[in-house]
């Protein structure tokens, strides 16, 4: 099946770090990948888009590489506060925009 | 609206019963999706209209859900005699159209409805 897979387990780190989300696909080349944030009890907020021709983007404190090779998105997150603690997902578009989820990771910023 | 609304925010419903989850999705969205969240998972696609037309149902995990979009704006997600394993919390999403082959643009999301089956 053509999955997406992201660690499921949580991610700790200090304030001021960088924290670096993995986000990784088998079985399909996809043409661009999403990443959205997600807070309890609250619907996914789209972030960022990436297109498989493109080795990076940035949008603030914010930057997303794909690699096509490795199959591979990382989503980097420079400067974190504790206010960047939440649920990120990373999802591949297919045909009519139906998006394929990972499970998210849970990120923790520390004071 | 500013953004999609969901409702009820929460149902809490025996087994068996019907139940009927509402969507207003961000007025002139063409693209309107149901997604079911299992706690600690992320969003699974259920279903897909376009406008009135319901063009893709393949996540629709039994013959129970049922979904439609009667006027190309609101959409109500039904789950008839429903059981326990359908218990989740219910997200819709809307999203301008694009023509097909090009990427799409972000999915916006309600904040959800959260089914508790008892």
């Known amino acids: 099946s053509q999955k997406i897979e992201q660690n499921s387990e949580a991610l700790n780190i200090q304030e001021g770090k960088t924290a670096t989300l993995t986000c990784n696909y088998t079985?399909?080349?996809?043409?661009?990948l999403q990443w959205y944030r997600q807070d309890p009890g609250r619907g996914p907020v789209f972030l960022l888009l990436i297109r498989e021709n493109e080795k990076e983007k940035r949008k603030e404190r914010l930057k997303v590489t794909f690699d096509t090779t490795l199959k591979q998105s990382l989503f980097h997150i420079t400067a974190s506060q504790p206010a960047d603690s939440a649920t990120y997902l990373c999802?591949?578009?297919?045909?009519?925009?139906?998006?394929?989820f990972g499970t998210g990771t849970r990120l923790l910023v520390s004071p | 609206g500013a953004g999609v609304s969901q409702s009820p925010r929460y149902k809490v419903a025996k087994r068996g019963q019907d139940v009927a989850l509402r969507c207003d999705p961000i007025?002139?969205?063409?693209?309107l999706f149901w997604y079911q969240q299992a706690l600690g998972q992320g969003p699974e696609f259920l279903t897909y209209f376009q406008n009135e037309a319901q063009l893709d149902k393949s996540g629709l995990p039994s013959d129970r859900f049922f979904a439609e979009r009667p006027e190309g704006s609101v959409s109500t997600l039904k789950i008839q005699r429903t059981q326990q394993e359908d218990s989740a919390v219910y997200l819709c999403?809307?999203?301008?159209?694009?023509?097909?082959?090009?990427?799409?643009?972000?999915?916006?999301f309600g904040q959800g409805t959260r089914l508790t089956v008892v």
């Open positions: 079985n399909y080349s996809p043409a661009y």
């Open positions: 999403a809307s999203s301008q159209r694009l023509l097909r082959g090009l990427e799409n643009t972000e999915a916006f």
């Open positions: 999802a591949r578009g297919t045909g009519f925009q139906k998006l394929v």
């Open positions: 007025s002139g969205h063409v693209s």
